[in-house]
């Protein structure tokens, strides 16, 4: 299942799948890393517990 919320739409492609690569050449690649996992950390956390669902 995905949900995308507002703002997520950075973090992905049209198919859903989670963007690694820097938005443009001047951003630093290691700071998208991290946010992309941040993202996916508050995914996998936050989501599960929006609906209810324990890991």
């Known amino acids: ?3 995308l919320r507002p703002g997520d739409e950075k ?6 799948s989670h ?3 820097r938005p443009n050449p001047d951003y ?3 700071v998208w890393d991290e946010q992309v996992r ?7 956390v ?4 929006w609906l ?3 890991w």
């Open 19 to 21: 963007k690694w690569v």
């Open 46 to 49: 936050g989501e599960w517990t």
């Open 11 to 16: 973090f992905h492609y049209s198919d859903g």
């Open 38 to 44: 941040q993202h996916k950390r508050g995914l996998t």
């Open 52 to 54: 209810g669902r324990a």
């Open 28 to 30: 630093d690649q290691k």
């Open 1 to 3: 299942m995905s949900i």
